[in-house]
Each structure stands twice: as structure tokens, then as C-alpha cells.
């Protein structure tokens, strides 16, 4: 999307990012861009004037080819960390949701290619989960919106 919140500001870059817990029997669907080493919860940017439940879903059915149910938001985390060499400040709203038990083993973003796969959960830290204290939480999810800070 052309209207992405993405921006600069001073020496950061700033996002506003949903991504979608997908829990199911004792498995949680993750993502990895190829040339990276750590996996990551399928999601993606907001636009500008798209309320984030309906980003989420549009996310996920260009990532997955199909329409998939969006519920209640569990994580709000503020994120800070360094991707290749460059400083992040992200906001990102985790919301539990339903796919279909097929999803592709990948999808093509931007020439780059992203893989999707069912991970236990004890194996989260072992796959590099980020954000790391999610790693943690996935296995017990809480019945309210959870406020979380990362600094990596």
C-alpha cells in the first residue's frame, strides 16, 4: 500500500504494524523473509486512514490468498530495535485470528520471498521469534489488551 505509516523521523524510522496470532494445537504460524534470520508473526504495515482490524485482514489475504478472521487485539507492543543498520520505533497490534489449515509455503513481497510455517511453541525461541518477548506469551494469551515495551 502506497500509504503505508511509515515515516522518518530524525534517526528513526517509525511504523505502525498489525500482525495476527494464529495459535493451533500447540502450533503458531510464523514468517521469514529468506534472507534473514529471525521469523516473525504474518502481518504488515497500516495505511493512513485504515483502521487496523481491516489492515490485518487485508494483509493477510494478500499474503495468504484467502479471507481470514480477524478477533480481538491481545498485544499493543512498542517496539525498538536495529534491522540492518537502522534504527525502528514501532508500534505493532497483535490480534488473534483464523487461516484456513492450508496456507502457502510462500508468497513473493517486493521480490522478496516470504515463507510461512507452523511452529510449536516450544520451539519459538529456537527460531528466532521476534519480537522476543512474545516467545513467552503465546502459549497463554491474555483475556485483556496487554501493553508491552521491546528494546532490543
Do not use: K
Not at 6 to 18: E, W
Not at 92 to 98: F, I, M, P, R, S
Not at 132 to 152: G, K, M, Q, Y
Request: with cysteine; hydrophobic share 45%.
Amino acid at each position: 500500500m502506497d500509504t503505508d505509516i511509515c515515516l522518518t523521523v530524525g534517526a528513526h524510522l517509525f511504523n505502525l504494524r498489525v500482525a495476527a496470532l494464529v495459535v493451533r494445537d500447540g502450533r503458531v504460524l510464523t514468517c521469514r523473509f529468506a534472507d534473514e534470520r529471525h521469523s516473525f508473526l504474518p502481518g504488515g504495515r497500516v495505511g493512513a486512514g485504515e483502521p487496523t482490524r481491516d489492515a490485518l485482514r487485508r494483509e493477510l489475504a494478500e499474503e495468504l490468498g484467502v479471507q481470514c478472521e480477524v478477533g480481538r487485539p491481545v498485544f499493543l507492543v512498542e517496539g525498538f530495535f536495529t534491522l540492518d543498520g537502522r534504527a525502528f520505533h514501532e508500534i505493532a497490534l497483535y490480534y488473534v485470528a483464523e487461516v484456513p489449515e492450508q496456507v502457502p509455503s510462500s508468497f513473493e513481497d517486493g521480490g522478496r520471498t516470504i515463507s510461512f510455517e507452523w511452529v510449536p511453541l516450544a520451539e519459538l525461541h529456537a527460531r528466532n521469534l521476534q519480537p522476543a518477548l512474545l516467545r513467552e506469551r503465546l502459549a497463554d494469551l491474555p483475556s485483556e489488551l496487554t501493553h508491552l515495551v521491546n528494546v532490543e
